[in-house]
């Protein structure tokens, strides 16, 4: 197998680099995960599809078995404590369920399970041991039940951003509070209240800060320097200048990531994606119900929708780019039969996208092999299966078309789940929790019919 040599763009020297990982035959990746206190966004579909499409490419490049892939599950942040309050549901009730629906949409878009999806709560103890080491070498600071981590200490700080402290500090909403001895020094660890999740420590019964579960589950799971780090633009500061920060000092290492990568954001129709705007739209809408464009979408024509744009610019969500995606994939699915092979993708192919991911030109290459193939050129054919399959589009939603009800038996599983929630409501007569629950069940396009024997049935509106 000749291999292209892949080039990615790297933040931290705004240039584009031949990619070398520490081990030549390993490479390690960790790419910042969801929250999971509500359901992903379209925004957040990006880094999945980015960098899953990245992670393909590697085990092409290197061997599956050669690159280890890690993306971790916040299950520990304000935001949870807040939703799951306002819900009154358990925070692990909020965070399982949260994590469910992910799951499932993340494999509706045709993304590969990463190697590890290491939980924050899990990993407290590495939490803990590293903010012990960044207090003994003098770059962080208990104070009133806080740590803090001392921004001043690290000569290196906004590298990654390029932002002066002073110009930090000019530009910040900055969040004083007495306990900080400088106005950028970020929260390493924090109090909890009765009420709230925590966990002993040192300093006593806290909880992390968002920015140390990353650094702590990279190092678990990866180690102190690794290779790739990736995440989407809004990431570089504070969140990945302050998992360097905290990495670097703990570690005594240079660098806590040799590449560090990020997509591009995505709008909404030309305008920033807002709940008041009211184009906010999330992955599990767009793949359920008819919110978006008047209709359901399968995910593969979410995926090529998201591919057809350089991850690194900006990319504008619209009904016609997602009608001109699918429009597209039923071409390539007429072109081929269900017999034909799959094989490795072609090296034009491949080189494309070594050159930093570039699927706009990855895509014209497969687009020149779709029109040989319309010369009935089985090679041809071939070839596209194969592009087609690196980029993880099988097309089996158009050639299992019209297959049953098309619901997916994970969706019926959630359908009657939530059908026995509601009955249990009623039975207590919480008639704002049996409404909330059919309200939901009727974004997603589900109508229940109460019979009188006291079931209840659904059927999905088309
Ligand atoms: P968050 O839950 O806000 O931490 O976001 C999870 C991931 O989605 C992060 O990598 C974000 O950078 C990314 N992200 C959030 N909003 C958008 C957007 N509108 N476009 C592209 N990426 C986004
Ligand atoms: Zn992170």
Not at 409 to 424: M, Y
Not at 446 to 458: C, M
């Amino acid at each position: 197998m000749s291999t292209p040599a892949l080039k990615i763009y790297n933040t931290l020297t705004r240039t584009k680099e031949a990619f070398r990982p520490l081990d030549p035959a390993n490479v390690r990746m960790y790419v910042c995960g969801p929250t999971v206190y509500d359901f992903a966004h379209i925004g957040n579909a990006r880094p999945l599809i980015v960098f899953d499409v990245l992670y393909r490419l590697l085990r092409r490049l290197y061997g599956p078995e050669h690159v280890k892939y890690v993306r971790n599950i916040t299950d520990v942040d304000d935001k949870i404590n807040a939703r799951a309050a306002e819900r009154g549901v358990t925070i692990r009730e909020l965070t399982e369920e949260t994590n469910r629906v992910f799951q499932e949409d993340v494999k509706a878009l045709g993304c590969l399970p990463p190697d590890v999806q290491p939980r924050a709560t899990e990993h407290i103890a590495q939490m803990i041991a590293i903010i012990e080491k960044l207090i003994a070498t003098g770059h962080a600071y208990a104070a009133d039940g806080h740590v803090l981590f001392d921004v001043p200490s690290m000569p290196a700080y906004g590298r990654l951003s390029r932002r002066s402290l002073d110009e930090m500090i000019a530009g910040a909403r900055v969040d004083v509070a007495p306990y900080k001895r400088g106005d950028m020094d970020f929260v390493l660890w924090k109090p909890s209240k009765e009420s709230e999740p925590g966990w002993d420590s040192p300093w006593g019964r806290g909880r992390p800060g968002w920015h140390i579960e990353c650094s702590a589950m990279s190092w678990a799971h990866l180690g102190e320097t690794f290779d790739i780090h990736g995440g989407g633009i809004d990431l570089v500061f504070p969140h990945h200048e302050n998992e360097i920060a905290q990495s670097c000092c703990a570690f005594g290492q240079p660098v806590m990531a040799n590449y560090w990568m990020h997509n591009g954001f995505l709008q909404v129709e030309g305008e920033k994606m807002s709940k008041s705007l009211g184009n906010f739209v999330t992955i599990h809408e767009l793949l359920h119900t008819e919110k978006f464009g008047g209709r359901k979408w399968p995910g593969e024509v979410l995926r090529l929708a998201m591919l057809r744009t350089h991850y690194r610019q900006p990319i504008d969500w619209t009904v016609k780019a997602l009608e001109e995606a699918e429009d597209e994939l039923a071409s390539f699915a007429d072109l081929l039969g269900g017999d034909t092979p799959c094989e490795a993708p072609p090296p034009d192919f491949v080189s494309a996208l070594a050159d930093d991911l570039n699927t706009p030109n990855a895509l014209t290459v497969l687009r020149s092999y779709a029109k040989q193939a319309k010369g009935d050129d089985a090679e041809a054919r071939i070839a596209l299966k194969s592009c087609l399959s690196m980029l993880g589009l099988s097309l089996d939603v158009f050639t299992k078309a019209a297959q049953e009800d098309g619901i997916s038996p994970e969706t019926k599983l959630f359908i009657a789940n939530a059908v026995t929630a509601r009955l249990a409501a009623r039975a207590a007569k919480n008639w704002s929790e049996s409404d909330r629950i059919r309200d939901e069940l009727a974004a997603m396009g589900v109508a229940l019919k109460d019979n009188k024997d006291g079931t209840t049935t659904w059927e999905v509106k088309r």
